[in-house]
Nanobody, 129 residues
Framework: EVQLVESGGGLVQAGGSLRLSCAASGFTFDDYAIGWFRQAPGKEREGVSCIYSGDGNTYGSTDYIDSVKGRFTISSDNAKKVVYLQMNSLKPEDTAVYHC??????????????????WGQGTQVTVSS
């Protein structure tokens, strides 16, 4: 079965940290770029970050939206088929359900996220002020 399963969300105070995990199964993990998007109540879905094969076909190039640059770090453990999103200096506006997904990459970028039809159920991140 093809699936992505997120974990690691929770409640944290502003300025705190969380690490989200996205575990992949049922498909060849590093054939795809993997991205994180978030959705808050009443707001549009927002692509946050992604990791993909860039120059030299090496998996590990990354992209971030401006609002999380310097605070969030995406990484992967290809042997374990897991993508992580380390989130530091969290702000109340980061509160949302975070999903990971297989996304399109042209080899030099993967933002804005174009979801390819594989995504997880999401994990809630709540940042209190």
């Amino acid at each position: 079965e093809v699936q992505l399963v997120e974990s690691g969300g929770g409640l944290v105070q502003a300025g705190g940290s969380l690490r989200l995990s996205c575990a992949a199964s049922g498909f060849t993990f590093d054939d795809y770029a993997i991205g994180w998007f978030r959705q808050a109540p009443g707001k549009e879905r927002e692509g946050v970050s992604c990791i993909y094969s860039g120059d030299g076909n090496t998996y590990g190039s990354t992209d971030y939206i401006d609002s999380v640059k310097g605070r969030f770090t995406i990484s992967s453990d290809n042997a374990k088929k897991v993508v992580y999103l380390q989130m530091n200096s969290l702000k109340p506006e980061d509160t949302a359900v975070y999903h990971c997904a297989a996304v399109f990459s042209n080899g030099s970028s993967c933002l804005p996220l174009v979801v390819l039809g594989i995504w997880g159920q999401g994990t809630q991140v709540t940042v209190s002020s």
